[in-house]
């Protein structure tokens, strides 16, 4: 896939991944370890650094990684900076907190390669660290529930931003529209919006990375992430109401059909060529 704002090396789809970051230092510097050991190393890192007291930038650096600084503008402003920052083909999401196996970064890419009808894709989770025992089952509920609840709203899975991948040429086509300036919508949820007309969302639970278990302590925590995502459904009504949203995803979808045939396997979003 390529625009004036991507880089191929020859023929090879290039793969960027995103990290947005505040006063996560350690932690920042295990997952850019983990990305360090991938069977596909990426082609570019961006490190946003929103805000930071701590020495996540020098870990950014100390790693290789392009940094991008923000005063403190919350996760959708830094998320949108990243991908704008990026030049790759495909993006790739990361949370600070976040250890990627190995093999993520070629997977991720290969899911996209793979089928041209997908614009974007996130994956399962398990927690690296807090009690053994619940380290696999408690991510797994709550990412079912998080696709029980939204899958219908927006008429197609959501996206889990602490492991997805999406087109460069989706982000180009949605990024003046996302919510970037309000720090209180869920950047995932508010991208999975924006990218349900340009083509096919998918969820692959047969894919997990790993993350931090303060995810998913806290009674505080819990009601903070579900207010915000209230929140981020009630920003995008009237417009993508139930059904409302539904009849006009399924006509921007024929629209966008032609993505799928084998002919178009080599277009872009925009027409032009890959």
């Given at each position: ?42 082609d570019e890192i961006i490190v946003v650094d929103d805000g930071s007291r701590d020495r996540t930038a020098a870990v950014a650096r ?43 970064v070629e997977t991720m890419t290969g899911i996209l390669e793979a089928d041209a009808s997908l614009v974007a894709v996130s994956t399962g ?150």
């Open positions: 896939m390529q625009d004036e704002n991507t880089a191929t090396r020859g023929d090879r789809t290039t793969v960027g991944v995103v990290i947005p970051s505040r006063d996560d230092a350690a932690m920042l510097e295990r997952c850019l370890r983990a990305l360090r050991d991938q069977s596909r190393t990426p100390s790693f290789g990684a392009r940094l991008v600084v923000l005063p403190g503008d919350g996760i959708p402003a830094a998320s949108a900076a990243g991908y704008d920052a990026a030049t790759a083909d495909i993006l790739c999401r990361l949370d600070a907190d976040c250890v990627p196996p190995t093999d993520w989770a398990r927690a690296v660290d807090g009690p053994p025992r619940w380290r696999a089952l408690v991510p797994r509920l709550y990412l079912a529930a998080y696709r029980a609840v939204l899958t219908p709203t927006l008429g197609h899975p959501p996206l889990f931003a602490s492991s997805l991948a999406l087109r460069a040429s989706a982000w180009h086509a949605v990024r003046d529209e996302v919510h970037r300036d309000d720090p209180a919508v869920h950047d995932d949820l508010d991208l999975a919006f924006h990218l349900g007309g340009l083509g096919r969302v998918a969820f692959r639970s047969d894919v997990t990375v790993g993350m931090s278990w303060r995810s998913f302590q806290g009674f505080r925590s819990g009601l903070r992430r579900v207010r915000r995502g209230f929140h981020t459904v009630v920003v995008h009504w009237p417009r993508d109401f139930p059904p409302r949203r539904w009849l006009r995803l399924v006509g921007l979808r024929r629209t966008h059909s032609a993505l799928t045939a084998p002919r178009d396997q080599n277009r872009s979003l925009d027409g032009s060529p890959l």
